[in-house]
């Protein structure tokens, strides 16, 4: 299926979301349990957006201004920055291949035996090389590494770095993509741990999530408790367990699950919404989404506004002249069953296990409808950091997950000290450093310093 046909199918749904009305949306798919925290209407958002700031900001050249970076390779890239870094591969059990980068030393910290550990979770359609968005040192994976620790970054299975099956071909085969956060969770996540503690000669380590990543977290420590004895502390940025109150364009897109809509999608996409849907940037002459952003007159004016209609508008800390860099590296494959399960659990306003329908429920469960994750199962040191104007995970959302977490475990509930501080902008804003980095940083070197 043609790149081409594949966006203009995404766009004319997502469009259909964004114009269906509240009530519209219910009477046509499905009802939500919870009301969404905020309205939003992302094409009104779009309409009243002005680019006058994008603008300012690229006015020194009118036509281009900084082009993508030339393309490296994750494990290039690092060690063009003076970063040692190695690639390991995974098997899982189900027959996934998935791989992580290892960056065991700098030249501020080099490699040594027994090195803490801290492991990368990437969120849903990125993969590990996005904890390396921001320019020079300032990205999460780089303050670590120079702070005295490793830092694996995981390509969880699915993204392209990691899209080899002993069976099934990812392009070809539908049933590839017949796996969930659950399977990650299950398969690959106690693999990555026990890789990592034994390369380290460690026998416990960090972790650092965003999103999706900290779902595969919450999951793993829920299904197996005994992870938690390998876990010294764990970092939740806009953790995506509860989300049933989120109200941006990706929250309206849950209206289809449970309805014939769902499967025609699913084949429709392949299985997924795939990091190649650049169509109609080629459709212009360009080679990629990054590539037509690069463009000063398309980055103002459709660029920005569609990444503020997705995810809100903080204008002061977006990176205007970065966007094709940014868009490099965030985007990547989503696996659609993945998608339904976070729509499943939107609509039904809880954090529970995939919901197959009523017979295959009471075959697996023993129940009807699925039962819920078991977060009281966590016994690791856990810090939350939220942003206010985040339309995905909201502020209500994610105190539900802190008071589902052992009061005793549940260290640190920390609001980022920024009021437009938005879902990507753990990733993407110019002061994340500061807002949120850094303290990460602090608090594992008072950890580490204590033990």
């Not at 650049?278 to 920005?304: D, M, P, T, V, Y």
């Not at 954090?351 to 199962?377: A, S």
Request: glycine share 8%; aromatic share 12%.
């Amino acid at each position: 299926m043609g790149s081409t046909a594949h966006f203009w199918r995404l766009c004319s749904f997502l469009l259909l979301i964004g114009l269906c009305g509240r009530e519209n949306c219910q009477a046509l798919f499905g009802t939500r349990k919870c009301a969404p925290f905020r309205q939003n209407n992302f094409i009104n958002t779009i309409l009243s957006l002005s680019s006058t700031e994008c603008r300012e900001s690229v006015k020194q050249n009118p036509f281009r201004l900084t082009k993508r970076r030339k393309k490296l390779s994750t494990i290039q890239e690092l060690q063009s920055q003076g970063f040692v870094a190695s690639i390991h591969t995974i098997l899982s059990k189900d027959g996934y291949y998935s791989t992580i980068i290892r960056i065991s030393g700098s030249l501020r910290s080099p490699p040594k035996l027994g090195k803490q550990a801290v492991l990368l979770l990437h969120g849903l359609g990125a993969r590990g090389e996005s904890w390396m968005i921001q320019p020079g040192n300032r990205n999460l994976a780089f303050i670590l590494a120079n702070g005295g620790y490793e830092v694996w970054l995981a390509n969880l299975r699915g993204s392209t770095q990691s899209l080899n099956h002993t069976r099934f071909n990812a392009k070809l085969n539908l049933s590839y993509w017949n796996f969930g956060f659950e399977e990650i969770a299950i398969f690959d996540l106690p693999q990555f741990v026990d890789l990592i503690l034994k390369e380290t000669g460690t026998d416990k380590l960090h972790l650092a999530c965003h999103s999706s990543g900290c779902t595969i977290y919450l999951v793993g420590l829920s299904e197996f408790p005994e992870l938690n004895d390998k876990f010294k502390s764990s970092f939740l940025l806009a953790p995506a367990a509860y989300l049933g109150h989120g109200y941006g364009p990706i929250a309206k897109l849950a209206v289809i699950i449970g309805t014939p809509l769902e499967q025609i999608l699913f084949k429709l996409f392949g299985g997924r919404v795939t990091s190649e849907t650049q169509g109609l940037a080629r459709a212009l002459g360009f080679k990629g989404l990054h590539n037509f952003c690069e463009w000063s007159a398309i980055r103002c004016g459709l660029c920005e506004r569609f990444h503020f209609a997705m995810f809100g508008a903080d204008a002061p800390q977006f990176n205007y002249s970065d966007i094709a860099n940014m868009v490099a590296k965030s985007q990547d494959n989503t696996g659609w069953k993945q998608l339904v399960h976070f729509g499943q659990n939107l609509l039904a306003c809880g954090f529970n296990k995939y919901d197959f329908g009523r017979k295959r429920n009471l075959e697996l469960y023993g129940m009807e409808n699925p039962p819920q994750y078991e977060l009281g199962r966590l016994k690791v040191p856990t810090y939350i950091f939220y942003g206010e104007a985040d339309n995905f995970i909201t502020p209500r959302d994610l105190a539900k997950t802190r008071d589902a977490i052992p009061s005793t475990y549940m260290k640190g509930f920390h609001r980022v000290d920024w009021p437009l501080f938005n879902h990507v902008d753990f990733l993407m804003a110019k002061d994340a450093d500061v807002l949120v980095y850094n303290k990460i940083l602090r608090t594992l070197n008072s950890l580490d310093s204590n033990s």
